[in-house]
T-cell receptor
Framework: AQSVTQLGSHVSVSEGALVLLRCNYS??????LFWYVQYPNQGLQLLLK??????LVKGINGFEAEFKKSETSFHLTKPSAHMSDAAEYFC???????????FGQGTELSVKP | KAGVTQTPRYLIKTRGQQVTLSCSPI?????VSWYQQTPGQGLQFLFE???????NKGNFPGRFSGRQFSNSRSEMNVSTLELGDSALYLC?????????????FGQGTRLTVV
């Protein structure tokens, strides 16, 4: 069965610092992986997705993620945090056979001035 | 291009009542999925509809049901509400069944059961 684990339910960084949000997946088939962001009282917005075209994926708002098959990881990074990046971030894997996304538990990112 | 629209945004219901939530997908999208989001359980898949047919269902009791209309709009119904049904219900639409296809989410309906 496919699953996603996000390490750290809460991450705090200073403005301008590197953002690193960790995601590990389990999948018996080549996975489709996604990172979504959720602002308070809002739905989910896609940041980026991995669909096997390239291992380094660039997304919106300066975020990127690297697919590492050997480590079964898909960590999300941003070189320099901005106050507006404060939100909850979800890593997800697509379970195509069941037509659904399987989400990690989420990581809340706080950005300190 | 209009996004996914969910109505209403907020609902307060009493235990034992039933509720219907609505989702209008992006024009041209035929797949609509529903998710329940709670602090304890996170995001959990409820069901997926494609061309008016339920194709997939998550592990929720039969009190949770849905349907999709010919214009792809979808409704979700919860009968005999319980306190534990309090959650943010999110609808997502995509062109086809999610695989590598992006799912676009609505802003959700916040249901509070008292």
């Amino acid at each position: 069965a496919q699953s996603v684990t996000q390490l750290g339910s809460h991450v705090s960084v200073s403005e301008g610092a590197l953002v690193l949000l960790r995601c590990n997946y389990s999948s018996s088939v080549p996975p489709y992986l996604f990172w979504y962001v959720q602002y308070p009282n809002q739905g989910l917005q896609l940041l980026l997705k991995y669909t096997s075209a390239a291992t380094l994926v660039k997304g919106i708002n300066g975020f990127e993620a690297e697919f590492k098959k050997s480590e079964t990881s898909f960590h999300l990074t941003k070189p320099s945090a901005h106050m507006s990046d404060a939100a909850e971030y979800f890593c997800a894997v697509s379970d195509e056979s069941r037509g659904k996304l399987i989400f990690g538990q989420g990581t809340e990112l706080s950005v300190k001035p | 291009k209009a996004g996914v629209t969910q109505t209403p945004r907020y609902l307060i219901k009493t235990r034992g009542q039933q509720v219907t939530l609505s989702c209008s997908p992006i024009s041209g999208h035929r797949s609509v999925s529903w998710y329940q989001q709670t602090p304890g359980q996170g995001l959990q898949f409820l069901f997926e509809y494609f061309s008016e047919t339920q194709r997939n269902k998550g592990n929720f009791p039969g009190r949770f049901s849905g349907r999709q209309f010919s214009n792809s709009r979808s409704e979700m119904n919860v009968s005999t509400l319980e306190l534990g049904d309090s959650a943010l219900y999110l609808c997502a639409s995509s062109v086809t069944t999610v695989g590598d296809t992006e799912a676009f989410f609505g802003q959700g309906t916040r249901l509070t059961v008292v």
